[in-house]
């Protein structure tokens, strides 16, 4: 759990992020500190980067992410920040969140983080078309810390469990509002319908 | 002899709502939206108002 909390610390902390949303590849973007990001594939190719200030990890070229492959980072604070609070928000929601005493008073770190510590069921879930909103936040004394951007996955979009739950859920909507139109008739007044009389 | 609609909001709740996902989830797969819950929770609340709506304004079968 720990090291799932650090990658996803990293992702949103180091400005993986570092964009303004809805730009194309343009500048990259984050507030009181810096960072950069190189993700590489199982096989150890290089398949996406990302900096603030700089380009990549906007909602037109996110970060790709694979699970299975491993995220080189490195980051720096504008100031040396103690005795804050985290948080890091994937998809417009908080998820996690802490404290970080930094009693050293660390402003720069670095490190290679293998994603094989996330779960697996991601790397079927995220699609090399999705972007996913990251960004992460470190508020303390001596300052604050926010970076924000996209990822992305690699796997094709027809081979997410997600295409197909959002296909079956299409389909039992349509078939639900095809129920209404069937099932919208006009009935007779109770008083001619009593009329009918009973069978034998 | 008068007459009454018999009409399904429910169902058309229910049909919006399944509807609304379903849709938000392929339009997030294929990147057509950001993946956010606020993206998520319009695209199905939003269906589910529409699909009551529809309910009460789908024409009646079975004369009036």
Same mark, same amino acid.
């Given at each position: 759990?720990?090291?799932?909390?650090?990658?996803?610390?990293?992702?949103?902390?180091?400005?993986?992020?570092?964009?303004?949303?809805?730009?194309?590849?343009?500048?990259?973007?984050?507030?009181?500190?810096?960072?950069?990001?190189?993700?590489?594939?199982?096989?150890?190719?290089?398949?996406?980067?990302?900096?603030?200030?700089?380009?990549?990890?906007?909602?037109?070229?996110?970060?790709?992410?694979?699970?299975?492959?491993?995220?080189?980072?490195? +980051?720096?604070?504008?100031?040396?920040?103690?005795? $804050?609070?985290? !948080?890091?928000? @994937? =998809?417009? /929601?908080?998820?996690?969140? *802490?404290?970080?005493?930094?009693?050293?008073?660390?402003?720069?770190?670095?490190?290679?983080?293998?994603?094989?510590?996330?779960?697996?069921?991601?790397?079927?879930?995220?699609?090399?078309?999705?972007?996913?909103?990251?960004?992460?936040?470190?508020?303390?004394?001596?300052?604050?810390?926010?970076?924000?951007?996209?990822?992305?996955?690699?796997?094709?979009?027809?081979?997410?469990?997600?295409?197909?739950?959002?296909?079956?859920?299409?389909?039992? +909507?349509?078939?639900?509002?095809?129920?209404?139109? $069937?099932?919208? !008739?006009?009935? @007779? =007044?109770? /008083?001619?319908?009593?009329? *009918?009389?009973?069978?034998? | 002899?008068?007459?009454?609609?018999?009409?399904?909001?429910?169902?058309?709740?229910?049909?919006?709502?399944?509807?609304?996902?379903?849709?938000?989830?392929?339009?997030?797969?294929?990147?057509?939206?950001?993946?956010?819950?606020?993206?998520?929770?319009?695209?199905?609340?939003?269906?589910?108002?529409?699909?009551?709506?529809?309910?009460?304004?789908?024409?009646?079968?079975?004369?009036?």
């Amino acid at each position: 759990m720990m090291r799932i909390i650090r990658v996803l610390a990293v992702l949103g902390a180091t400005g993986l992020a570092l964009a303004l949303p809805a730009t194309a590849a343009s500048a990259a973007d984050a507030t009181g500190c810096s960072g950069s990001v190189v993700s590489k594939n199982a096989a150890g190719e290089t398949i996406g980067t990302a900096s603030a200030p700089g380009e990549g990890g906007t909602q037109a070229d996110p970060l790709p992410i694979d699970t299975a492959g491993k995220v080189a980072w490195k +980051g720096s604070t504008d100031s040396v920040i103690t005795g $804050a609070t985290w !948080k890091v928000t @994937a =998809a417009g /929601a908080t998820f996690l969140q *802490g404290t970080y005493a930094n009693s050293d008073g660390v402003t720069a770190s670095a490190g290679v983080q293998d994603m094989s510590a996330l779960p697996a069921v991601l790397g079927t879930i995220l699609t090399n078309k999705m972007a996913v909103p990251v960004s992460g936040e470190i508020t303390g004394t001596g300052g604050t810390c926010t970076a924000s951007g996209f990822i992305t996955g690699v796997v094709a979009p027809t081979s997410s469990p997600v295409f197909y739950a959002g296909a079956v859920a299409g389909v039992i +909507g349509v078939a639900m509002g095809a129920g209404v139109i $069937a099932g919208t !008739k006009a009935l @007779a =007044a109770p /008083a001619a319908a009593a009329g *009918g009389g009973g069978v034998a | 002899m008068t007459t009454k609609a018999h009409r399904h909001p429910i169902l058309g709740f229910f049909a919006g709502l399944f509807f609304g996902f379903g849709l938000a989830l392929l339009l997030f797969v294929f990147g057509v939206l950001p993946v956010t819950v606020t993206w998520l929770a319009i695209l199905t609340v939003g269906m589910a108002v529409l699909g009551v709506i529809f309910a009460y304004t789908t024409p009646v079968r079975g004369g009036t």
